[in-house]
């Protein structure tokens, strides 16, 4: 170890030079100038304390010396990165280590920055500002017999989201999992005119035990596996099954089986505002069975479910039922397909951000369970690796009794879909979407609407 001497070591050894010299000098003239022996002995006494000085400084500056090598050594001197612009050294973001609680338990997080511009043209009328249709595609929101047509451009960045997860596997090899994920796709608190703020909302929100699992997630009666890359958040709108919800889940091998939160949405007689009941009493009943291969996976999952509706009179009930088949399979290194066909009475909630009601209630307060076929086909091609497009069409065509419905519900859906990505860096998606909808009514009324969505994501 180095150890540079301080500023009063350098002066005491000056001091000391000075002395030897003086002393060197002092002898030989006193000699010359006096001959007695008084005056010699004078001199004798007068180097004998100059020498006795000099012993004391010698053993200051050992003193010292010991000292400095037993102290600890000085902090290091902080680097230019460690500054910042004020020149003031950073201060840590926190002092310890987060540590999970549990033995063998792991943190993670990720999401996705997430900016879209969505150019609409809708011939007849223009789409309700600020509702849901101005920055997904929901088919519900193209108008009909508007007058005029409606040309909107709209960009948002509020789809884009953020999860965390912590997993544990205990001392007793028990597996378990809490996860909770959040974006801002509400307009609640929302505007374009000055902050474009918008608040959090909970996507997912679960904990797992093994092959248990309690919390919001997708509905098991949901294969979210199938679905293409698109622009929108949701592309084959009207073919997909598509609910996150409250649900207790069991998982054995390839068969799933969950309850699910149970909400009956109806129309009146011959039309109307839509009706959330929330009146039922059982929950939604649900199982899938997936087959997985080298190439893809098929599944099929089945739901049964109460509708309920209740009023001072008295509550009427119906049931509701579903199948649904799903897959996806790879056609080489660069190409797959993948699809969804759903049927079903009384699902109407499920599909299509509930493109139609579950049911409607007919001239003596009964509930009528409405039919549904639904589904969407897609086809991926990758040009490179850094260069891909999707190419999909989805429908829905509903089986109504117009004598209780009335003319003006949905009868049908349909869109069509394709789009080019390319993801210049990884992680970084850049991408557009041209997409035509089109929506019928019982009447035969119906409207179309042709749009350019394009977002640029990075993923975390």
């Given at each position: 170890m180095n150890i540079k001497p301080v500023r009063t070591q350098g002066l005491r050894r000056q001091r000391l030079a000075l002395a030897v010299l003086s002393s060197l000098a002092v002898a030989p003239m006193a000699h010359a100038q006096s001959n007695t022996e008084?005056?010699?002995?004078?001199?004798?006494?007068?180097?004998?304390?100059?020498?006795?000085?000099?012993?004391?400084?010698?053993?200051?500056?050992?003193?010292?010396?010991?000292?400095?090598?037993?102290?600890?050594?000085?902090?290091?001197?902080?680097?230019?990165?460690?500054?910042?612009?004020?020149?003031?050294?950073?201060?840590?973001?926190?002092?310890?280590?987060?540590?999970?609680?549990?033995?063998?338990?792991?943190?993670?997080?990720?999401?996705?920055v997430r900016a879209e511009a969505i150019y609409t043209k809708t011939p007849d009328g223009e789409i309700a500002e600020n509702s849901l249709g101005r920055r997904q595609y929901a088919p519900s929101s193209i108008p009909i017999g508007g007058d005029g047509e409606?040309?909107?451009?709209?960009?948002?960045?509020?789809?884009?989201?953020?999860?965390?997860?912590?997993d544990n596997t205990t001392a007793n090899g028990d597996k378990v999992k809490g996860h909770i994920e959040m974006d801002f796709g509400t307009d609640l608190n929302g505007n374009q005119s000055s902050t474009n703020s918008y608040t959090p909302r909970l996507r997912h929100a679960y904990v797992s035990w093994n092959n248990w699992l309690a919390g919001q997630t997708w509905s098991n009666f949901q294969d979210p596996s199938v679905l293409p890359e698109a622009g929108p958040i949701l592309g084959p709108t009207e073919g997909t099954v598509f609910v996150r919800q409250v649900q207790l889940r069991y998982t054995r091998g390839p068969w799933v089986f969950s309850i699910e939160n149970p909400e009956t949405i109806l129309g009146p007689y011959q039309g109307g505002s839509r009706i959330s009941s929330d009146d039922n009493n059982i929950p939604d009943v649900t199982a899938r069975y997936t087959a997985k291969g080298s190439d893809g996976q098929f599944s099929v999952a089945g739901i049964v479910r109460q509708l309920r509706y209740q009023t001072l009179a008295g509550s009427t009930n119906a049931t509701g039922y579903g199948v649904s088949a799903s897959g996806k399979m790879a056609l080489g290194k660069r190409d797959a397909i993948m699809g969804m066909l759903t049927a079903g009475k009384g699902i109407g909630r499920y599909l299509g951000y509930?493109?139609?009601?579950?049911?409607?209630?007919?001239?003596?307060?009964?509930?009528?369970?409405?039919?549904?076929?639904?589904?969407?086909?897609?086809?991926?091609?990758?040009?490179?690796?850094?260069?891909?497009?999707?190419?999909?069409?989805?429908?829905?065509?509903?089986?109504?009794?117009?004598?209780?419905?009335?003319?003006?519900?949905?009868?049908?859906?349909?869109?069509?879909?394709?789009?080019?990505?390319?993801?210049?860096?990884?992680?970084?998606?850049?991408?557009s979407e041209l997409i035509w909808g089109r929506r019928?009514?019982?009447?035969?009324?119906?409207?179309?609407?042709?749009?350019?969505?394009?977002?640029?994501?990075?993923?975390?």
């Open positions: 008084a005056e010699l002995r004078a001199r004798m006494s007068q180097m004998e304390t100059m020498m006795q000085e000099m012993k004391t400084e010698l053993d200051a500056l050992k003193a010292e010396k010991a000292a400095a090598v037993a102290a600890p050594a000085p902090a290091p001197t902080a680097t230019a990165a460690q500054l910042d612009g004020m020149g003031k050294s950073k201060s840590s973001i926190q002092s310890t280590t987060i540590v999970p609680k549990g033995d063998g338990a792991t943190f993670s997080y990720g999401g996705f409606g040309i909107d451009l709209n960009t948002t960045a509020q789809h884009s989201r953020f999860w965390f997860t912590l509930s493109l139609n009601p579950d049911g409607t209630l007919d001239a003596s307060g009964d509930i009528d369970a409405q039919g549904v076929v639904a589904g969407f086909v897609g086809w991926r091609h990758g040009f490179s690796p850094k260069l891909r497009s999707n190419v999909y069409y989805s429908m829905a065509s509903y089986d109504n009794d117009v004598d209780i419905t009335g003319l003006a519900i949905n009868k049908s859906s349909r869109s069509a879909h394709a789009n080019l990505i390319y993801s210049p860096v990884s992680n970084v998606d850049i991408g019928e009514i019982e009447s035969g009324d119906s409207g179309e609407l042709y749009r350019i969505h394009s977002f640029v994501k990075y993923s975390f």
